[in-house]
């Protein structure tokens, strides 16, 4: 039982270029979430999904496009990155209230 | 607008107290309140969850207490050890919908001290 994985865990891009996280989950729940966490600034939604199918904007989805391919997977991409796209991004998932989190992706944008 | 306060960035107590942070929040109901613990680059892990209808929660060293009259919750660590040093995150939480949206606050940073 992994829980929550992510990859990669550590990602450098150059302003313009396009990449997809990868988020799985084994615990079969129903919501998953992305987010991201700059110092200072806490933890952000970005996305989230409630149900396989569905997804919804969250605090700061500008610059993002994400994808629920099934109950296990939510993907996030980015498709022109730019330098204050610079974070650690988490995803997590849940069935009700609690949130289980992945160990994050380190994602520096030059 | 809504709005998380936890109580300094850093909080360092020595060995043995009592660490108490503090989570204040304006322009929520929320159904109920979590705390979580993140240590440095990980994720954050769910330590509890205190609804608005309970005083007070408490799990082995672990207390929290949720006043919805004043806005604010406490988390307690009692009898503290060097291995309770951590980010403690608060998250206010509404109760609609299938997918609980948290709003998290900006953590403290606890260090305790041997």
């Known amino acids: 039982n992994a829980g929550v994985t992510q990859t990669p865990k550590f990602q450098v891009l150059k302003t313009g270029q396009s990449m997809t996280l990868q988020c799985a989950q084994d615990?079969?729940?129903?919501?998953m979430y992305w987010y991201r966490q700059d110092p200072g600034m806490g933890l952000r939604l970005i996305y989230y999904?409630?149900?396989?199918?569905?997804?919804d904007k969250g605090e700061v989805p500008n610059g993002y496009n994400v994808s629920r391919l099934n109950k296990r997977e939510f993907s996030l991409r980015l498709e022109s990155a730019a330098p204050s796209q610079t974070s650690v991004y988490f995803c997590?998932?849940?069935?009700?209230?609690?949130?289980?989190f992945g160990p994050g992706t380190r994602l520096t944008v030059l | 607008s809504q709005k998380i306060e936890q109580n300094s960035e850093a909080l360092n107590i020595q060995e043995g107290k009592t660490a108490t942070l503090t989570c204040n929040y304006t322009?929520?109901?929320?159904?109920?309140l979590q705390w979580y613990r993140q240590d440095p680059g990980r994720g954050p892990v769910f330590l509890l969850l205190?609804?608005?209808?309970?005083k007070e929660k408490r799990k082995e060293r672990l207390k929290v207490t949720f006043d919805t009259t004043l806005k604010q919750s406490l988390f307690h660590i009692t009898a503290s050890q060097p291995a309770d040093s951590a980010t403690y995150l608060c998250a206010p939480t509404q109760g609609s919908g299938s997918a609980r949206q948290l709003t998290f606050g900006s953590g403290t940073q606890l260090t305790v001290l041997p």
């Open positions: 997590a998932s849940a069935m009700v209230d609690t949130q289980y």
């Open positions: 999904s409630a149900s396989e199918g569905t997804t």
């Open positions: 205190i609804r608005e209808n309970e």
């Open positions: 615990m079969n729940h129903n919501s």
């Open positions: 322009n929520y109901s929320p159904a109920y």
